[in-house]
């Protein structure tokens, strides 16, 4: 599976974005897939995931109420929609597709076996 996630940019703070992960090489439809960022000197974390159906869907406490993220299996594509920037949402998104069987272990990037490249994602204050 190749991944290629898109849509980042610059954004004022309580402004929108709305990234999107195309994938190639493999259906999407059985894969956990999801949303990580990693900020300068800091590790990579956790954002958003959902299940393979869509009908289950995870967020960092960090994002919740503010992030939404969706998929469409249809045309092998998940998107995370981004309202209410904040400029400590400033980091590099990087979408994930894994076969994870327990819902625990979403948030764990070592559970993902597929990654995009990355898109940068910049909130101004």
């Known amino acids: 599976v190749q991944l290629q996630a898109f849509g980042g940019g610059l954004v004022q703070a309580g402004g929108s974005l709305r990234l999107s992960c195309a994938a190639s090489?493999?259906?999407?439809?059985?894969?956990?897939m999801g949303w990580f960022r990693q900020a300068p000197g800091k590790e990579r974390e956790f954002v958003a995931a959902i299940n393979w159906t869509g009908s289950m869907t995870y967020y960092a406490d960090s994002v919740k109420g503010r992030f939404t993220i969706s998929r469409d299996n249809a045309k092998n594509t998940v998107s995370l929609q981004m309202d209410s920037l904040k400029p400590e949402d400033t980091a590099v998104y990087y979408c994930?597709?894994?076969?994870?069987?327990?819902?625990?272990?979403?948030?764990?990037?070592?559970?993902?076996?597929?990654w995009g490249q990355g898109t940068q994602v910049t909130v101004s204050s």
């Open positions: 994930a597709a894994g076969i994870v069987y327990s819902s625990s272990r979403y948030s764990q990037y070592n559970s993902y076996d597929y």
């Open positions: 090489g493999r259906a999407l439809r059985t894969y956990v």
